[in-house]
C-alpha cells in the first residue's frame, strides 16, 4: 500500500508563500485522484485541493485563486504551492489518495503569524 509524508511546512509571515510536498513511497499513477487537507486548530480536517491523474483540479472557495496544486507521477509527488498565505491558513495540512483511499500521512505544520 502507498505510504505518504508531507513535507515543507513552516512558519510564515501573512502573505508569505511556501510550497508543500507529498511523498510517495510507492507509484503515484495508481491513485487516480490525490488532495490536501488541512486541520486547523479547533476546526475538523477539511479538504482544500484535490487532483486527478488527468489533471482536472479543484479547490475549496477559501484557498482559490492563491493556492495551486499540481502533481508529478515520475518523481511520485504533489505539491501544494500556497502563497498570499493568512493567519487562517495556519494548521496541519496532510495529503491523501482518494480515489482509491490512502492512509494519513504524518503531515505538516504551517504557521501564518499576522
Known amino acids: 500500500q502507498v505510504q505518504l509524508v508531507e513535507s515543507g511546512g513552516g512558519l510564515v509571515q501573512a502573505g508569505g508563500s511556501l510550497r508543500l510536498s507529498c511523498t510517495a513511497s510507492?507509484?503515484?499513477?495508481?491513485?487516480?485522484?490525490m488532495a490536501w487537507y488541512r486541520q486547523s486548530p479547533g476546526k475538523q480536517r477539511e479538504l482544500i485541493a484535490h487532483i486527478t491523474n488527468g489533471d482536472l483540479i479543484d479547490y475549496e472557495d477559501s484557498v482559490k485563486g492563491r493556492f495551486t496544486i499540481s502533481r508529478d507521477d515520475v518523481k511520485n509527488v504533489i505539491y501544494l504551492q500556497m502563497s498570499s498565505l493568512k493567519p487562517e491558513d495556519t494548521g496541519v495540512y496532510y495529503c491523501?489518495?482518494?480515489?482509491?483511499?490512502?492512509?494519513w500521512g504524518p503531515g505538516t505544520q504551517v504557521t501564518v503569524s499576522s
Open positions: 491523501k489518495g482518494i480515489v482509491p483511499i490512502t492512509p
Open positions: 510507492g507509484t503515484m499513477r495508481e491513485i487516480n485522484t
